[in-house]
């Protein structure tokens, strides 16, 4: 897997992502970066599964195994 740094506005979108460590994550109330398999367009794969990880991180404002989050 592979960690992917948000660039864009909508972090269930794969196309706002770019391919980078999550250096610089830091706080609670935002997607900073996930952790993923690449998709085709060397993008990462959005699972359901990943979703619902990064919804879990949001509401419990703390990074998990494969979402960062930043202030």
């Known amino acids: 897997m592979t960690w992917f740094r948000l660039t864009g506005p ?4 794969p196309s706002d ?3 980078a460590a ?3 994550c830091t706080g609670t ?5 996930v952790q993923a398999n690449s998709d085709s367009d060397n ?3 959005i ?3 990943l979703k619902d990880e990064m919804i ?5 404002r703390s990074a998990s ?7």
């Open 29 to 33: 109330n935002k997607i900073c970066a």
């Open 10 to 13: 909508n972090p269930t979108i």
């Open 65 to 71: 195994a494969n979402v960062q989050l930043k202030s």
């Open 43 to 45: 993008k990462p794969e």
């Open 22 to 24: 999550p250096s610089g």
């Open 47 to 49: 699972t359901d599964a």
């Open 56 to 60: 879990l991180a949001l509401h419990n």
């Open 17 to 19: 992502y770019t391919e």
